[in-house]
């Protein structure tokens, strides 16, 4: 998979230290460590259906749909620790809402000393457009 060199962000995608809104989908970064608990955690947050097939297909059809019916805040605490036990599927989670979720923004909360660093891996991971 191709990747570009760090540099800014694109507009569907925040990485901050400021605290998340009281309306946003709250999703725990320590509880998506693995691929099983990034799909359950955004599968609970998102009030995904039933139906939902735990896989990165299901997961760009669902957040098309949650975009379908309005422009979404999905915010991740503890960033920092979003996939760290499969570090290799963090790519594949930024393709996916790059490439499926026009209307849908992510925000990635994380402590103030990583910002910088949590910044420059998420704009080398995101594919070249």
């Known amino acids: 998979?191709?990747?570009?060199?760090?540099?800014?962000?694109?507009?569907?995608?925040?990485?901050?230290?400021?605290a998340a809104p009281d309306d946003a989908a709250a999703i725990d970064g320590r509880a998506c460590r693995t691929r099983s608990g990034l799909f359950a955690e955004f599968a609970r947050a998102l009030r995904f259906p039933d139906h939902f097939g735990h896989n990165w297909d299901a997961l760009a059809d669902c957040l098309r749909d949650v975009a379908a019916v309005s422009a979404s805040t999905v915010t991740v605490s503890h960033a920092e620790d979003l996939l760290t036990g499969a570090p290799e599927?963090?790519?594949v989670l930024l393709e996916v809402i790059d490439t499926s979720t026009a209307g849908v923004t992510l925000t990635l909360h994380v402590p103030a000393d990583g910002l910088s660093r949590?910044?420059?891996v998420t704009a080398a991971l995101l594919p070249d457009r």
Do not use: D, F, I, S
């Open 1 to 18: 998979m191709p990747h570009r060199a760090a540099g800014p962000l694109p507009g569907w995608l925040t990485v901050t230290a400021a």
């Open 89 to 91: 599927l963090a790519a």
């Open 118 to 120: 949590l910044t420059a």
